[in-house]
Each structure stands twice: as C-alpha cells, then as structure tokens.
C-alpha cells in the first residue's frame, strides 16, 4: 500500500537504541526487518521483557506516527484500487502492523475504501482464518512471510518488489509457484 520499511527500520533502531548498544540495536534491526510481516510485538518480546518490550513498543509507535504524515500510496496503487472497486473484487488490508498506523496512512490518502483491515497484533495467519473469502484470492505481499501465509491458505501470490527488504526475493521465489511479480502497481496485472 505504502513504502512503510524504510522509516520502520529507522524507528525501531531508534525505540530500541536506549536499550541495546549499537551492534546489539544493529543485530535487532537485522532480525526485526527480516521478519516482515509478523506483528511487532510478537519480534520485540522474542528479545525483550514485558516492561522493556511495552517501552519499546510505545516509543515505536510514537515514531511512527510522526514519520508517516507524509507517505504517499505506492504508484499506481490508487488506481489499482479504483479497478478493484469497480470490478467488485472484494479487498482487505492484511498486515502484521498497527490498524491504527495503517488506517491513518489509508485515509489520508483518500484510500480508505476496503472491505475489512486486519493487522497486528494478532498474525496474518490468525487473521486470514477469521475470513470467509471468495475463490479465487489473489494475495499481494513484499515479504517471505507473506508467501508463507498464501501458501498456507492456498492463495495465488504476487510479490510487490519496490519497497521491499527481502534481499533475496529472486533467488527465492525461482523454484516457488507464485502468480508473479511486480515492481508496483503501474504494472500490468491482469
């Protein structure tokens, strides 16, 4: 939807850098971005206890909401959801984020028009088992653990390259049976 990663790799080196030293804070970062896609909360208490980790968490959020004033959707995401919309294709927002974080960022886009938004702290997974969905889905992800989660449900897959963090994604998905990829959405999906 957005290019979130770059900024949530800088908060959360910052939420945790009062915490850790510097190769600690690094190593943390590493794991933490490595594993996009499953909820915040769930990374920081693998390293941290209940108060340190509720620290962390606030102060992230914190940051967050300050450095996402300013993201713009994805290019071509607006229209992408416009032909969505008038093909009557049901959407949903699943996300290993903040509803909050990810509905702020939707509406001040004027991209607030989804069936349902699903997000941390519970996992894709818990998440996508809520649902009743039409066949065929199609899930759009830019992280491992979103192919994990299609593949789990039976869902086509489309990576989205442009912003991910996933260094290896090309090698990765050579041998796994996805629908594609795509830079962003200005490319021709369907």
């Known amino acids: 939807v957005a290019d ?11 939420a945790v850098s009062a915490y ?12 933490f971005i490595s594993n996009n896609g499953i909820p915040r909360e769930q990374k920081i208490f693998t390293r941290f206890d209940l108060k340190t980790g509720q620290e962390v968490l606030r102060e992230y959020a914190r940051r967050n909401r300050e450095t996402f004033e300013g993201i713009s959707p994805t290019p071509g995401f607006a229209r992408f959801l416009k032909r969505c919309r008038e093909a009557g294709a049901w959407t949903w927002v699943l996300s290993g984020g903040d509803v909050g974080e990810i509905r702020a960022i939707l509406q001040r886009n004027e991209l607030d028009v989804f ?14 088992q809520r649902l009743t969905y039409p066949e065929p889905a199609l899930f759009f992800g830019d992280s491992r653990h979103d192919y994990e989660v299609a593949a789990e449900f039976g869902l086509g897959f489309i990576f989205v390259s442009r912003y991910t963090q996933f260094k290896e994604w090309q090698a990765y998905f050579q041998d796994k049976e ?13």
Not at 4 to 14: A, D, P, R
Not at 178 to 190: A, L, M, N, V, Y
């Open 4 to 14: 979130t990663n770059t900024l949530k790799k800088q908060n959360i080196y910052s």
């Open 20 to 31: 850790l030293d510097p190769r600690s804070a690094t190593e943390f970062v590493a794991f």
């Open 115 to 128: 069936d349902g938004l699903l997000a941390g702290p519970r996992g894709k997974s818990e998440n996508l």
């Open 178 to 190: 996805i629908i594609g990829t795509i830079s962003d959405f200005r490319e021709k999906i369907w």
